[in-house]
């Protein structure tokens, strides 16, 4: 209850005063999308893929440890419609990521999560959020803003599309735009521990350290094991206490 608080007081902040003071300082390092789920795992629709093996994307199925053992059985969830099925399985995964002690497989279990996100149910804002994501990869920041923008448009409910747009945002120094994309994805998705870090990058950047802290301390709650989220909740727990040399 206290995050969403937060969130909407973050929003707050530029409905009513939209120009803010940066404050200076070490500001936290970049954690780009790559790190924790790479482009080669944007999700390929099956009706998309005919025709196009080899083709540099990977169908995902499932991302799993090639050394992870026999297959574990799973509960029958064929009654479910998809969307409820979809839930079921975010939730399994989100139960196992909150819990997974191990660095390495925490991060599998991400990637699972951020396979799900991914796909918004349809081919082309598939196909639009990869040009987007690669654009962005290669320094083409305008390109990747439309891109974004185009996605944003067509799927107003697809999570991803907001939380890479908010991010591209932030890289450009938009905090404005940033926090309001990335509201508006946690507002669709409230798991999304990307825009939740996002989020605190740009209240820490505006000086707010004690609600950056806050959403940090959200994004390890749901990935405990996230390393980029230890260091920042250590940095500025020790500044905020007054430690930091």
Known sequence: MKFFF????????????PVAQVRDGMQPESL??????????LPVRADEAQGKAGAGIKIVTDI???????????????HLTIEAEREAR????????????????????AE??????LDSGSASVNMILRRGT???????????????????????????????????????????????EV?????????????IWTLGNALEK????????????????LYPELKALKDRIAYLENEINGEVL
Not at 6 to 17: E, K, M, Q, R, Y
Request: charged share 30%; net charge negative; with cysteine.
């Open 183 to 195: 509201t508006q994805a946690l507002v669709i998705e409230p798991r999304h521990f990307y825009a």
């Open 64 to 78: 799993a440890d090639d050394n992870a053992g026999p297959p574990v059985e799973r509960p029958d969830r064929s």
């Open 112 to 117: 699972e999560i951020w396979a799900i996100w």
């Open 32 to 41: 780009s999308f790559v790190e924790i789920s790479s482009a080669e795992y």
């Open 206 to 221: 505006l000086g707010r350290r004690e609600e950056a802290l806050e959403a940090y301390r959200e994004a390890r709650r």
């Open 134 to 180: 690669a654009a962005e990869e290669k320094g083409d920041v305008d390109l990747a803003r439309r891109m974004y923008d185009h996605v944003t448009t067509l799927s107003p409910d697809y999570a991803e599309g907001w939380a890479r747009s908010g991010r591209l945002a932030y890289s450009e120094n938009d905090l404005s735009r940033c926090i309001t």
């Open 6 to 17: 937060l969130i909407s007081a973050a929003f707050a902040l530029f409905v009513t005063c």
């Open 90 to 109: 975010l939730g399994d995964l989100f139960a196992k990521l909150g819990t997974e002690s191990d660095a390495d497989a925490a991060k599998l279990v």
